[in-house]
């Protein structure tokens, strides 16, 4: 990578960057010499915009010209790259929300404007849509062919495209006439191929080329209906023997072609286009006066969308060069980041920004994967072009040499693309390192997820570290499953997926302490609070404080004041009318030690993470103007990231764990990892298939397609279909692209996963390149070795592996962070503990039965319940007839003192004990001690032919209870295990401690000492 052989400061540089090829080393080498130059030359350091895609990148960026200023002992230059007036670093949205900011009285906003959530912004335009329908009622007849739903998100499309083209029409009855003309020019030409030979017909045949004839002069009068009305009465079609053809074969195959491209519907006929055209010029009305509507609010509040923050500068750009020009001047130098990202629309603020300034602008067209968010790999070739047609003074380089990947990965990446597409070129090699050769595995497996933690595996035992693999998907669900499974063999991973964030149940735990600030007498919200653990009360001292005339909260100041859980909230209640919510808030995370309590629970660092995500937007927010709590909590904490990410993306961890990534391909951006493991290559490209507004900014057209009752659908015209077939493609390309991104994260190894029991599609990765046969294939450069994999989970080795101690406030002793549940202890056939991975709930919540855990849960209710005939009764009314039998059946059995165990017991007990092996954590049903004798009871929704496995657990919580004292060794023990759904209640007898010691296996003994 050598020094730019041109004057930094007089001429603009397009490098073409392919993947690991040092765009970012060569970005902060030009910053540093355009410096130097523009200081000899002016006297002054020089002011520099630089714009990345992320906000990862830019904090990167920021750090890594701060480390170079730093090795140069160069202060001067540190403190002007920290000073945010000199060096402005962010994301285009960042650029683009200071040009907009600092002209907002050109464009008739407020001085002050802000930038909201898309789902914040949409709430706002459904009122105006509401409110427009009601005004004007000829626009009601828009809700017969769309739902309200469907209309605002219509709506919202129609708007930001008037705002970048103002003259946007209906496409014409001419054009929609125009295309099906062509479509029956072409049927007619093919059929005319097989006509001409309708001689050579044998007499079988006469009746179908009659038809065919018909046909054609069908197509020739163009005369759709009749069309229609021919083609269901389409005839079979004879037999035809390839081998004794009755005609030339290829009279035949015009027959086939002329078929499997006609398509002739009621989108081509004369009634589609008149109701196409009355709808559409309906909408477009509809989209003008909401367009009206939509800007006056936004000029008047300042609330804009990123999509109008991009929208506004267009219109700066559009109409206001000469601003555009000063702000533009404010800098002396531009650096462009992750160009083929970006989309026509940004590009053309850009050039307009950039082109009287020198400039750097870096990208990958083969690297391309944001097309839902606009980008089109396509601006960098045309940007190339003109580069290398040497149009002004842009000089073009190229960076093609990977320095990431052993030179055998780089070299068998090379060689795969080749195979797939023309639309990448081959990367040169790493001269400098290793050339042994790598192996490439394909594996193939019944079940995805098996094959990946099958390779997994392979590689821990091999002594790879875990956080020296990566599994990536195109998809999130992938990722769950293999992280559910993932759980069972105990491999250690880290979930990151760009969603799920607000399901956290820490992230649930802090909306209900926020909430409760906002209405504390909110009875649904405090008793989620009051059972987490940071402000607990168990449900029987809920239910002893509460009284049905009055707020839980109430009765809680009333009857519990004393109560040190209630003492805690009340304190923070009054923290907070006096402190405020943030500073309020950190102060009851600290008292209840909720960090502390996160570490040791989840030594990932991923659910602190979290929290700080959280508590900074919240802080954050809390210092905008008009700041409501409510409000807030109302917007479901919706954020923006000027970065596009979504707010529902999980935070990251300072520190990375040690476990496997699983991540989107997306999300991997960037990175690099020893160990790639791809999934997904059995699947078929993600494809818009519908799409019922059809907008080309090109031709100021837009198509939106009207309800047919006859087809009981929406009908897209064929000026839609073919927008859509055309984005089809683009999405196709990308979908290889998305590939390539995949692979080249490699350093030393990579492995394809392909699931064979899904069927092959001709567009899947796996069809689209080359799968070896079974076996080991060497190349000159790598060693490709394709497996078939039947191994079931159960099969699979699981992977034990020391977890290091964490220090943390608590001070735990090391142990106590290895941490299984007493069912995981069963699964392993009680002889020990492995540690376990903590995994997130929402993972667990996917694999729950839902009917057995409302059934769990409502029997789990009782106790309140049974002792009060009024409250049993008014639950027995809200209960299905399957769960009124089964809460019956619970409080009839005789055989065991249920009711007593009810209402004296303990119900839900919760545990965690230390043991020889680690802390095992639990949840009893119920116990109790009736008459001098103990039970242990649990529910049981499943089938009683498992009672031996519902035993082996009782069995762990009787040896649980007595290590914590808790019981009398000299008691008589029972278990009991019922079954409501079959109405059967099975039991075990224990004369004392001793005795069910004797019946205790060596290696349980042995966990308990």
Same mark, same amino acid.
């Given at each position: ?144 062919? *769309?739902?309200?739903? =469907? ?61 065919? &004839? ?24 004879? =037999? ?25 519907? &009621?989108?081509?006929?004369?009634? /589609? ?60 130098? /531009? ?78 990446? !090379?060689? #795969? ?49 875990? $956080? ?29 997926? @760009? ?32 059972? @987490? ?20 909260? /109430? ?23 006096? &402190? ?6 950190? !102060? ?26 959280? #508590?900074?937007? %919240? ?12 409000? *807030? ?10 970065? %596009? ?13 040690? =476990? ?29 298939? *519908? ?8 031709? +100021? ?65 796996? $069809? ?52 299984? @549940? ?52 008014? %639950? +027995?009314?809200?209960? !299905? ?7 019956? *059946? ?37 116990w109790g001690v009736v008459a001098g004798e103990i039970y242990i009871l649990d529910y049981k929704t499943g089938s009683s032919a498992y009672f031996e496995k519902a035993y082996q657990q009782l069995l762990f919580y009787a040896h649980c209870l007595y290590k914590m004292n808790l019981l009398d060794f000299a008691a008589p023990l029972n278990f009991v295990v019922t079954y409501p759904l079959e109405a059967k209640t099975l039991s075990r007898q224990f004369i004392n401690f001793a005795d069910l010691s004797k019946k205790t296996s060596p290696e349980i003994l042995d966990l308990f000492g």
């Amino acid at each position: 990578m050598s020094s730019p052989s041109f004057n930094v400061t007089e001429h603009s540089l397009l490098i073409r960057a392919g993947a690991g090829a040092g765009k970012t080393t060569t970005l902060i080498r030009t910053f540093i010499e355009f410096c130097e130059k523009f200081e000899r030359d002016n006297k002054r350091l020089p002011r520099v915009a630089i714009t990345t895609f992320t906000r990862k990148a830019t904090q990167e960026v920021k750090e890594r010209l701060s480390v170079k200023a730093l090795e140069r002992k160069d202060d001067r230059l540190f403190q002007h790259i920290n000073k945010k007036s000199s060096v402005h670093i962010s994301t285009i949205h960042g650029l683009l929300t200071m040009m907009v900011q600092e002209n907002a009285d050109v464009l008739g906003l407020p001085q002050t404007i802000r930038i909201i959530d898309q789902n914040i912004y949409k709430k706002n335009l459904k009122k105006m849509v509401r409110q427009a329908l009601k005004k004007d009622l000829k626009f009601l007849e828009i809700l017969e062919h *769309y739902s309200f739903v =469907r209309v605002v998100d219509l709506v919202l499309q129609a708007i930001e495209a008037l705002r970048q083209a103002p003259q946007l029409q209906v496409v014409s009855l001419l054009d929609l006439r125009k295309i099906t003309h062509a479509k029956l020019k072409l049927w007619r030409s093919q059929l005319d191929q097989v006509i001409a030979h309708v001689d050579l017909a044998p007499p079988a045949w006469n009746e179908y080329f009659s038809y065919l &004839i018909r046909m054609d002069a069908l197509l020739e009068a163009e005369d759709v209906a009749a069309i229609l009305e021919h083609f269901e009465n389409k005839p079979i079609k004879p =037999r035809w023997n390839k081998k004794t053809p009755p005609f030339p074969q290829e009279v035949h195959d015009h027959i086939e072609e002329f078929w499997d491209g006609f398509d002739l519907s &009621i989108i081509d006929s004369e009634e /589609y286009f008149i109701e196409h055209d009355k709808l559409g010029q309906l909408f477009l009305e509809f989209s003008k006066t909401l367009f009206n509507l939509d800007n006056s609010r936004k000029l008047l509040t300042g609330e804009i969308t990123i999509n109008d923050l991009e929208l506004f500068s267009l219109e700066l750009v559009r109409s206001h060069s000469a601003v555009v020009a000063d702000f533009a001047d404010k800098f002396d130098y /531009y650096m462009i980041d992750e160009f083929q990202d970006t989309s026509p629309l940004q590009v053309e603020i850009l050039d307009q920004l950039i082109y009287r300034k020198p400039h750097f602008i870096v990208g990958d067209p083969q690297q391309s994967i944001y097309l839902f968010r606009g980008a089109r790999s396509e601006v960098f070739l045309l940007k190339q072009e003109q580069a290398a047609a040497f149009t002004g003074n842009l000089q073009l380089q190229f960076l093609d040499t990977n320095y990431r990947s052993q030179p055998s990965v780089m070299n068998f990446i !090379n060689d #795969y693309f080749q195979h797939m597409s023309s639309q990448f070129a081959p990367m040169k090699t790493n001269p400098f390192k290793d050339a042994t050769k790598s192996k490439i595995s394909f594996i193939q497996a019944e079940t995805e997820a098996i094959g990946v933690l099958q390779h997994i595996s392979q590689l821990i035992l091999q002594g790879v570290s875990p $956080k020296d693999i990566c599994v990536l998907s195109r998809r999130n669900q992938n990722l769950l499953k293999i992280a559910a499974l993932a759980q069972k063999v105990h491999i250690p991973v880290q979930l990151q997926v @760009s969603a799920g964030f607000d399901q956290r149940r820490e992230i649930l735990d802090l909306i209900a302490i926020l909430k409760f600030l906002v209405n504390p007498h909110d009875n649904e919200n405090l008793v989620l609070l009051l059972r @987490s653990p940071w402000a607990y009360l168990s449900d029987v001292e809920i239910a002893s404080f509460a009284k049905l005339d009055r707020s839980l909260w /109430y009765s809680l100041i009333q009857n519990g004041s004393t109560n040190p859980t209630v003492m805690s909230l009340a304190n923070y209640f009054s923290e907070y009318q006096v &402190i405020g919510v943030s500073e309020a808030f950190m !102060n009851f995370i600290k008292k209840m030690r909720f960090l502390d309590f996160s570490a040791s629970y989840d030594n990932s660092g991923k659910r602190e993470a979290n929290f700080w995500k959280f #508590y900074t937007h %919240l802080k954050n927010a809390e210092r905008n103007m008009g700041f409501s709590l409510g409000k *807030y909590i109302n917007d479901n904490f919706q954020f923006l990231q000027s970065d %596009l990410g979504s707010s529902q993306s999980e935070a990251l961890p300072v520190a990375q764990p040690d =476990r496997v990534s699983l991540m989107t391909i997306h999300a991997s951006k960037g990175l690099e990892f020893p160990h790639v493991i791809v999934v997904g290559f059995s699947e078929q490209p993600l494809l818009t298939l *519908y799409q019922p507004q059809s907008i080309s900014l090109q031709e +100021n057209k837009m198509s939106l397609a009207p309800y047919i009752v006859a087809e009981s659908k929406n009908a897209v015209s064929r000026w839609g279909q073919q927008l859509r077939q055309e984005f089809n493609a683009m999405e196709s390309q990308e979908h290889e692209r998305l590939l390539y991104v995949a692979l080249t994260r490699a350093q030393h190894s990579l492995a394809l996963v392909a699931e064979s029991k899904s069927r092959q599609v001709a567009s899947s990765w796996q $069809k689209k390149s080359f799968w070896p046969d079974a076996g080991t294939h060497e190349h000159e450069h790598y060693d490709l070795i394709s497996v078939v994999s039947d191994t079931e989970i159960e099969k699979l080795t699981p992977v034990k592996k020391t977890v290091e101690a964490i220090r943390d406030k608590l001070q735990f002793k090391p142990q106590s962070h290895h941490s299984t @549940s007493v069912t995981e202890s069963l699964d392993h056939g009680g002889s020990g503990l492995s540690p376990a991975i903590q995994f997130d709930q929402k993972i667990l919540d996917i694999l729950k039965a839902k009917k057995g855990t409302d059934l769990h849960r409502l029997f789990e209710s009782l106790q309140i319940f049974s002792g009060d005939p009024a409250m049993m009764e008014n %639950l +027995n009314q809200r209960l !299905n007839p399957e769960q009124k039998k089964s809460v019956q *059946y619970l409080l009839s059995v005789t055989d065991v003192p249920i009711r007593k165990i009810i209402e004296f017991g303990h119900v839900e007990f919760g545990f965690g004990l230390q043991t020889n092996r680690g802390v095992l954590q639990g949840q009893i049903d119920l116990w109790g001690v009736v008459a001098g004798e103990i039970y242990i009871l649990d529910y049981k929704t499943g089938s009683s032919a498992y009672f031996e496995k519902a035993y082996q657990q009782l069995l762990f919580y009787a040896h649980c209870l007595y290590k914590m004292n808790l019981l009398d060794f000299a008691a008589p023990l029972n278990f009991v295990v019922t079954y409501p759904l079959e109405a059967k209640t099975l039991s075990r007898q224990f004369i004392n401690f001793a005795d069910l010691s004797k019946k205790t296996s060596p290696e349980i003994l042995d966990l308990f000492g």
